[in-house]
């Protein structure tokens, strides 16, 4: 068996309004899908990313120019020694360095091996990751983006969380760093309408400095929040290992971070309680297995950020076959689940209790619009 084609289809999806975080704005959700077809026609998917706010012909140039060449022929079961060869060859290592956008675009290809290896071998991904430690995955609802360029107010908050918790999340991630009041303005009401059981996550998106998180502590003490992300700049680890020790909430990050080298250091810092490595950007399955290995040996308990399409069922097989799996992330707005419903339909959606199911068909377990990826598809 030999890959005989590797294509990227980059897409965006127009939104209705404009979403926000504390990092920016963005018109439309914009992803990378790659196909990658094996002599005899099996056809594997991986996706790239996440994206927002264009510039996804970048990843096709890059896989186009630099890493299809090295995979033409090849076997495609492989993944690891592919792996390392698209990392070393004059891609990755020297010529456009080992993070960004070469490091995404050697992720979506990656999964696209996965899925189709699991597909060659009629087995589902988990079994080619150990087997499953678990059969449904809890998710936490994540969202709570501004409108239209301005963060949401406290009665929009109270409306979305109580909106999760009728859906049967056991837990909400809204974002901070709105400036004080208007933060805990909206964590009172996110707390009011969920009652003292459901579980409330933050997300800062980097936006304070370590003397600001320490300040708000007393402020924040009385949400009781599962933990904080990046509640700092991501090349403060120093800064987040202080906090780590001596702030009361838990410490999570990894949604910026790239290879197992750089999350090592996260781990051998102490920095993070719980660690968020993004499948379609951190390295693809092959890599995200061994950061979530680390992650478990420091006894760090592993929760991706997820925010995809095709990466959605990539992270789910991962979690299904990891043994400190916390939570799955799980993302309604923003432009990311209205376009995978059209890409695949009902396939990994949340159950009423909150738990997504890990499909046990081969590969990734998912079907692919193809009239969708027409329709979507940023052309030339
Ligand atoms: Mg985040």
Same mark, same amino acid.
């Given at each position: 068996m030999k890959i005989v084609n590797v294509e990227t289809i980059p897409l965006s999806f127009p939104l209705e309004v404009p979403a926000r975080d504390a990092t920016g704005v963005w018109n439309s959700w914009d992803t990378v899908i790659v196909k990658i077809t094996a002599s005899g026609g099996t056809v594997g998917y991986g996706e790239i990313g996440p994206?927002? /706010?264009?510039?996804?012909?970048v990843f096709k140039t890059l896989v186009d120019e630099r890493l299809k060449p090295l995979l033409l022929g090849k076997d495609p079961t492989e993944r690891e020694k592919l792996f390392e060869t698209m990392r070393g060859k004059?891609?990755?290592?020297?010529?456009? /360095?080992?993070?960004g956008a070469v490091i995404s675009a050697i992720a979506g290809i990656d999964i696209a091996l996965w899925d189709l290896t699991g597909k060659i071998l009629k087995t589902p991904v988990y079994n080619l990751l150990g087997g499953r430690v678990f059969d449904r995955i809890p998710a936490y609802a994540s969202g709570f983006f501004g409108k239209g360029g301005r963060p949401l107010t406290p009665g929009e908050c109270s409306e979305e969380a109580k909106r999760y918790a009728d859906q049967g999340f056991k837990g909400v991630k809204m974002k901070i760093g709105y400036g004080r009041k208007q933060d805990l303005q909206n964590l009172e009401a996110v707390r009011k309408a969920l009652g003292p059981e459901l579980g409330i996550m933050v997300d800062a998106?980097?936006?304070?400095?370590v003397p600001q998180v320490m300040s708000l502590a007393r402020d924040l003490e009385a949400f009781d929040l599962t933990f904080m992300e990046e509640p700092v700049s991501i090349h403060d680890i120093e800064g987040m290992a202080h906090l780590s020790a001596t702030f009361p909430i838990p410490i999570a990050a990894g949604e910026n971070y790239y290879t197992r080298y750089e999350f090592r250091e996260l781990f051998t810092k102490r920095a993070v309680a719980v660690v968020q490595p993004d499948i379609i950007h951190a390295g693809g399955i092959t890599e995200t297995k061994k950061i979530a290995s680390m992650a478990q040996a420091f006894g760090v308990a592993l929760s991706p950020h997820i925010h995809a399409t095709v990466g959605v069922a990539a992270s789910i097989h991962l979690l299904a076959s990891s043994p400190h799996t916390l939570a799955a992330e799980y993302i309604t707005s923003g432009g990311s689940y209205d376009l995978r419903r059209v890409l695949?339909?009902?396939?990994y959606l949340v159950d009423k209790d909150g738990y997504i199911h890990v499909s046990d068909e081969p590969g990734l377990g998912i079907r692919l619009n193809e009239k969708a990826l027409e329709q979507y598809g940023v052309k030339g």
């Open positions: 994206v927002h /706010g264009g510039g996804v012909r004059g891609t990755a290592a020297y010529a456009f /360095g080992e993070k998106n980097q936006g304070f400095t695949y339909g009902d396939a």
